[in-house]
Nanobody, 117 residues
Framework: QVQLAESGGGLVQAGGSLSLSCVDSGTMFSVNSMGWYRQAPGSQRELVAGITAQGKANYLESVKGRFTISRDNAKRTMYLQMNSLKLEDTGVYYC???????????WGQGTQVTVSS
């Protein structure tokens, strides 16, 4: 079973940094593809960054060079380091996992990131 819990959101000024974490309480974290999504008010949820079980990462074009996704399989944790934050990075950030075993998608409860001017 996959259970995801995000942490690390908050309020930050434009140009600042935040680090998000997502812990999976399940036992098969290492085989799951993981990702960070965000949803701004009035907008659809979008993929910000994803990372495969092998550690290959991909990013939304607008965050390339500013955000870094990583994972620590021993700690069953995924991270998102966000630097040079912009107002448009504001939103609820969700942790996402896709399990090749159950072929199911799982979501965390979300954590709010607010970037102020």
């Amino acid at each position: 079973q996959v259970q995801l819990a995000e942490s690390g959101g908050g309020l930050v000024q434009a140009g600042g940094s935040l680090s998000l974490s997502c812990v999976d309480s399940g036992t098969m974290f290492s085989v799951n593809s993981m990702g960070w999504y965000r949803q701004a008010p009035g907008s659809q949820r979008e993929l910000v960054a994803g990372i495969t079980a092998q550690g290959k990462a991909n990013y939304l074009e607008s965050v390339k060079g500013r955000f870094t996704i990583s994972r620590d399989n021993a700690k069953r944790t995924m991270y998102l380091q966000m630097n040079s934050l912009k107002l448009e990075d504001t939103g609820v950030y969700y942790c996402n996992a896709w399990s090749p075993l159950s072929r199911a998608v799982y979501w965390g409860q979300g954590t709010q990131v607010t970037v102020s001017s």
